[in-house]
């Protein structure tokens, strides 16, 4: 009789799924999300992947991994999984590093021939010896052999059969965690509504994978992941870029502007574009441009016709776009740029995160030409931040850079889907029929805050006339007097500065009575706020803030940095926040944590780091 299995409480776990770039690790990864997210857990995920097209199959530079934190208190994907999930001997070498010490490993037993061995570059026949691993935290499952039974029937042909094998896989860990099958099954029914032999095969396997755990592994734990009484309302898994477009549809209706997007395709911001492009049910036009240029150039021909433009790219676009948005700037027209940080420079690491452009956004253009920078911490945080940026454009009449990153945009949260009275209404600065009537020129501001009014097209009385070339302060007509440029140069920058009255300011997270402060900014987030936790519960008093909005900075950002005697700046990066808050406040010392390595930091490093810069 099989011994009665055995269940876990844990607040949360981690899972790493990997494998080839074909295997479906991150489907299976994305099915295992949202089923938890579902469910009432925090989910936070790191889908890591190779940039080759396709690497040769086996091979260590063709690993594809998914790792995800689900439970409470989720704010990071984890440092190391508990469980890893090989699917071949590549995916377990590269991968190992990720596990936690007593960590289970789930491997398909029937890819470690020798053939497979050879291929990851092992020298012995014993991979798991060859590694130091207990063998008694291995789950050796014929993933392979189990996939080929459960479709014996099916009429499917050998490869199409080895292609549902992904989905035994996460069978198995389905069990191990304990998610119901009828909303894994859920999931697999919506992605392969299109070809249903394919959904009842893959649904076939999953059911196969879950009883094989249940029917062999009895005197294996399971585990019950806790969760927290949440907020009422629809929740559903979402990531960085999907939340970014859908935060700019929110703007696009509370401002009453149609949407506009013009970009070209570039990892790891194309999704944008492809979510952005499915809704016109919505009035959203979505153009995919020829180049980079042309993408920025169309928003800019779209904002001055009047539509909330957005052009999104990643670092090496933001570069060929810098001439078309000192356009905007000296236009003073509303525009979005999105840009989704990847390693660099030139080409780079495409599918890698890095905080590497931040210079770039603030100072990549030719002449003094301020735009506006923010930056969300999170998947989730990138529909507020979008709306943000959208609003700030429209309302103070500016370009404004969001930089998001790889491990924003691709990662995923849980999120409660907000209602539409959340957001407030976003109020374009029109010209008024008064303003027409007295002879309105197309540079007239607002004198509390410096924003000219805008004029769209079509409007009775408002023919004017924009460009690149420097203009007369009253009149808009051409100017190259000096002091009207030094005048035009001084009012465009103020309206940046201006902008810092309204905006939140910045919020500090602690006890108050911290000497140290640890500092960041954009997706470094959820480990910077968790290593300032774990160093409060090890008796270090830490505090900890995360800046949303870079140009301008929050008001009370000076305030803040005077109460620490110890200032850091944890970024990934070598260091650009640090520089630009160091010329902002040169009386106050900032130490700095870097990593530039394409891979997000760990919470143990940070905290490590934050010890020997107190030591």
Not at 488 to 507: C, G, H, Q, S, V
Request: net charge negative.
């Amino acid at each position: 009789m099989l011994a009665e299995t055995s269940v876990k409480t844990m607040e949360k776990v981690v899972i790493r799924f990997s494998g080839d770039s074909g295997d479906g690790m991150q489907l299976v990864g994305n099915i295992f999300t949202n089923v938890s997210a579902g469910l009432g857990n925090e989910v936070s995920t790191f889908p890591d992947y190779p940039a080759e097209i396709r690497a040769p199959q086996g091979s260590l530079g063709g690993v594809s991994g998914f790792q995800v934190s689900v439970g409470t208190d989720v704010h990071t994907p984890g440092d190391k999984c508990d469980v890893l999930v090989a699917m071949n001997p590549a995916a377990l070498k590269q991968n190992v590093r990720h596990l936690k010490h007593g960590g289970v490993i789930i491997a398909d037993v029937d890819s470690f021939k020798a053939s497979d061995l050879e291929k990851a570059k092992f020298t012995t026949d014993d991979p798991f010896a060859e590694l130091g691993l207990n063998k008694d935290n291995v789950l050796l499952v014929p993933v392979t052999t189990l996939t080929k039974a459960a479709l014996a029937d099916s009429g499917l042909d050998n490869k199409a059969v080895t292609k549902c094998r992904n989905f035994l896989a996460l069978g198995l860990v389905c069990w191990l965690f304990d998610r119901p099958m009828d909303s894994v099954d859920h999931f697999i029914k919506k992605k392969f509504a299109r070809k249903p032999a394919i959904y009842e095969a893959n649904s076939k396997v999953l059911r196969a994978g879950y009883d094989y755990g249940a029917n062999s592994h009895a005197s294996v734990s399971t585990y019950r992941i806790e969760t927290k009484e949440a907020r009422k309302g629809i929740y559903t898994d979402i990531n960085g870029n999907t939340a970014t477009a859908w935060g700019l549809i929110m703007a696009s209706e509370k401002s009453g502007r149609p949407l506009f997007l013009g970009s070209y395709p570039i990892t790891p911001a194309t999704d944008i574009l492809h979510e952005l492009a499915k809704r016109k049910d919505l009035g959203v036009k979505a153009v995919q441009m020829e180049d980079e240029i042309a993408g920025v150039c169309s928003a800019i021909g779209a904002s001055f016709a009047g539509n909330l433009a957005v052009t999104s790219t990643s670092g090496p676009g933001l570069a060929l776009k810098s001439e078309g948005i000192g356009l905007a700037v000296m236009a003073e027209l509303p525009l979005v740029i999105i840009d989704v940080q990847r390693g660099g420079p030139s080409t780079g690491l495409p599918t890698k995160t890095e905080q590497t452009d931040l210079l770039q956004a603030l100072y990549g253009r030719n002449g003094e030409s301020p735009v506006a920078v923010v930056a969300p911490a999170s998947p989730t945080d990138c529909f507020k931040m979008a709306f943000e940026a959208a609003r700030i454009a429209i309302e103070h009449m500016t370009p404004v850079i969001l930089l998001t990153d790889a491990f924003i945009g691709n990662g995923s949260s849980a999120w409660r889907i907000p209602e539409a009275e959340e957001y407030p209404a976003i109020v374009p600065p029109y010209v008024t029929e008064e303003q027409l009537e007295g002879g309105w020129q197309p540079y007239e501001r607002c004198e509390e805050n410096k924003v000219r009014y805008w004029a769209i097209p079509g409007t009775k009385g408002a023919t004017h006339r924009l460009g690149g070339l420097e203009k007369d302060y009253n009149t808009g007509a051409l100017s190259n007097d000096p002091e009207n440029h030094e005048k035009m140069i001084e009012t465009r920058r103020e309206k940046i500065a201006r902008i810092a009255n309204d905006i939140p300011e910045l919020e500090v997270i602690g006890s108050g009575d911290a000497e140290v402060l640890l500092l960041g900014w954009g997706g470094t987030y959820g480990h910077l706020r968790t290593a300032a936790t774990e160093l409060c519960r090890q008796g270090i008093k830490t505090d900890f803030a995360q800046l949303r909005y870079i140009n301008p900075l929050p008001a009370n950002t000076g305030d803040v940095l005077s109460r620490y005697k110890k200032v850091i700046v944890a970024e990934l990066n070598t260091g650009m926040l640090a520089d630009y808050l160091q010329a902002r406040f040169p009386k106050t010392e900032i130490a700095r944590i870097n990593k530039i390595q394409g891979q997000p930091f760990l919470v143990e490093e940070v905290a490590e780091a934050v010890k020997q810069l107190i030591d």
